[in-house]
């Protein structure tokens, strides 16, 4: 369901392998959910995305040694330019509705025995985004949990 302030994550782990997929409303990262206007919006359309695309609100176990290895960002009406994929066709069918973003990342960790957890520090940077819904599935089974900027830790 489409939330405002509310965001979606699934959280794989796999050995030395996490794959992450979040999926969020554009007005809990940008305010508006619709293509940009004007270039105040398109620059804060950008800054999102290098933020995301830094890999920086996801911290995994410092000792596990994780790098970002893959990032995909996509949204129906955000320029595919502004991001880095999509279709600019899907922007038209997706005009006046609630409209989401979807990123996927792949982290690969040269310690995997050390990969505890992760901390979901996208709090820090977008402001409007009040909560993460998480849904695990590690070493250790199947987990749900709801994130705030207060309780953002993900174990496993």
């Known amino acids: 369901a489409h939330s405002h302030g509310i965001a979606r994550l699934d959280v794989a782990v796999a050995g030395p ?8 409303p554009l007005e809990s990262l940008l305010g508006f959910e619709r293509a940009p206007r004007n270039e105040a919006e398109r620059g804060m359309v950008q800054s999102m995305a290098q933020a995301l695309r830094s890999g920086h ?3 995994p176990t410092p000792a596990a040694r994780c790098r970002l290895e893959w990032v995909k960002l996509t949204s129906p009406v955000l320029p ?3 991001l880095d994929g999509g279709d ?3 922007a038209d069918k997706a005009a006046g509705q609630h409209a989401d973003l979807e990123a ?9 025995k050390a990969l505890q957890g992760i901390d ?4 820090d940077t977008f402001k409007r985004l009040r909560r993460v819904d998480a849904q695990v599935a590690g070493p250790k089974g ?7 900027s207060r309780a953002r830790q993900i174990r496993w």
Request: charged share 25%; hydrophobic share 40%.
């Open 17 to 24: 392998t996490i794959t992450l997929r979040l999926e969020s």
């Open 57 to 59: 609100p996801f911290v």
């Open 80 to 82: 595919p330019p502004l």
């Open 88 to 90: 600019a066709r899907d």
């Open 104 to 112: 996927r990342y792949i982290y690969r960790c040269e310690d995997g």
């Open 120 to 123: 979901v520090m996208l709090f």
């Open 142 to 148: 199947q987990s749900a949990l709801k994130l705030n």
